[in-house]
């Protein structure tokens, strides 16, 4: 990472915190209304301390949830893409379809996923699933219809076979779109995972959120949210360091850099 953008994180982080500080010291004194919606800092943390328990568990079924559905929507987008990549007319009739599904409005298909399948995990898994396989499966299959025709051709002149055609001149492009895909899918992934909990109303952060809103505990729900944000951030992380790796590993760093 550069120096810049370190010293442009830092200058970032310390900006928010720099807020919280403000909140804690001056929202008793002038925002005594907002204060019982949106509590101080302490007052969050002193909440997580005090339901750690229930926080633990659903934070960790969450994140069992959302990795094992996230891993299971990049298989299937992955097959898909291989699968569909030969026959572009197959492709063109299924893709209103998909295209149809994910410009629905998330609850209402979250909705129809749970009265079809029941209120457990395998229902919450199969949401995940078709929410977050689609932009893996995008990212990936324009990747493999974006080769450099150049090369191939340098390749077939020289007597290569379809094989070694695709795993050096295609798979490197097509594993940068398809980690680009799972960073864009992470973005919204505990947002899906929490969504399917809080309609479901048995595990997992989204039942804390649930059980918070019902009793009224706004401490307990902004202590739910900042660690449902923590998720977040730690898998967008995680899957921008793994495209990254993927970059490097195929020498594409340093000409997205350039360009």
């Known amino acids: 990472m550069r120096i810049k953008e370190i010293r442009l994180s830092i200058a970032i982080a310390l900006f928010y915190l720099a807020w919280l500080v403000l909140w804690q010291l001056f929202a008793d004194d002038y925002f005594t209304l907002w204060v019982r919606i949106f ?50 007319w197959l492709a063109r009739l299924l893709y209103p379809l998909l295209y149809a599904w994910q410009a629905s409005p998330p609850i209402a298909t979250t909705t ?25 499966y995008v990212g990936f299959s324009q990747a493999l219809a974006k080769s450099d025709r150049e090369v191939e051709a340098l390749l077939r002149s020289y007597g290569a076979s379809r094989w070694q055609i695709f795993r050096m001149a295609r798979w490197p492009m097509a594993m940068v779109g398809f980690f680009s895909g ?21 595990d997992g952060l989204g039942n804390t959120l649930l059980r918070s809103r019902k009793s009224y505990d706004y401490a307990l729900m902004m202590a739910t949210i900042a660690l449902s944000i923590g ?16 970059m490097r590993r195929y020498h594409l760093i340093d000409k997205e850099e350039r360009t």
């Open 39 to 88: 509590p101080k800092p302490s007052t969050i943390v002193a909440s997580m301390v005090r339901h750690r328990e229930l926080l633990w568990l659903g934070t960790v079924e969450t994140l069992y949830q959302a990795v094992i559905g996230l891993f299971l929507g990049a298989v299937v987008a992955f097959v898909l893409a291989i699968v569909l990549e030969p026959l572009p």
């Open 112 to 136: 129809l996923v749970l009265l079809l399948l029941g209120f457990g995990t395998t229902s919450k898994l199969v949401i995940v699933v078709l929410v977050t396989f689609f932009p893996i």
């Open 182 to 202: 799972v960073r864009v899918s992470a973005t919204y992934l505990i947002s899906v995972v929490i969504t399917a909990q809080w309609l479901g109303g048995q």
């Open 231 to 246: 998720l977040s951030l730690l898998i967008i992380f995680i899957s921008s360091q793994l495209e990254q790796r993927v």
